[in-house]
């Protein structure tokens, strides 16, 4: 048994989604670069990330699809910094976890948004830690008021949802 069984039709979607992720995520750089820190751009692209593993997630409901997502946008993002492999990579595997072990997978409305929303939350505090431990300075001290993390993350958790939602209602409105 494989762990992905795809099609080509899922494959192209997955090509599709991700290079939208991507080049939506490159236009909005130039707005990162007013954040403070930078575990914060995932404030930014939380939106992007979330309406995209809803896609995938409402299409092609199977145990893997985060973690494939994540290691797409890994190998994208890790031309600007190799640890965003690591970041991406690692919150699309924890992403599959949380969503198998909370809602028996992908299979609820329920369990795609949520877990839509957690794919780009975790990733901010992932940045944290890598940030701390690569670059240090002040993602370093960041780490030691937990406000500074857990605040920004919530939000991007909540930014995550509302577009997680609204994807998934434009997906039933288009019966899609």
């Known amino acids: 048994m494989k762990l992905l069984d795809l099609q080509l039709k899922d494959l192209v979607l997955i090509a ?14 130039p707005l990162m670069q007013f954040m403070p820190l930078p575990a914060y ?9 979330a309406g995209g593993l809803t896609l995938l997630a409402k299409k092609i409901p199977k145990f893997g699809i ?8 890994g190998i994208l993002l890790s031309g600007f910094f190799i640890g965003m492999f690591f970041i991406a990579f690692f919150g699309g595997i924890l992403t599959d976890i949380f969503s ?16 839509a929303a957690f794919f780009p939350a975790i990733q901010l505090p ?3 830690y890598m940030a701390a431990y690569t670059i ?7 780490l030691r008021h937990p406000l500074l993390v857990i605040i920004p993350t919530a939000l991007t958790f909540s930014l995550g949802y509302l577009s997680s939602m609204g994807t998934y209602g434009l997906l039933d409105r288009r019966n899609l």
């Open 16 to 29: 599709l989604t991700v290079s939208t992720i991507f080049v939506l995520g490159y236009i909005l750089i």
């Open 41 to 49: 751009k995932a404030i930014i692209v939380s939106p992007i990330y």
């Open 66 to 73: 985060s973690s494939l997502l994540g290691l797409l946008i």
């Open 100 to 115: 198998k072990v909370f809602f028996r997978g992908y299979k609820s409305k329920k369990g795609v948004i949520l877990s």
């Open 126 to 128: 992932l940045t944290f």
């Open 136 to 142: 240090g300075g002040i993602s370093g001290e960041a």
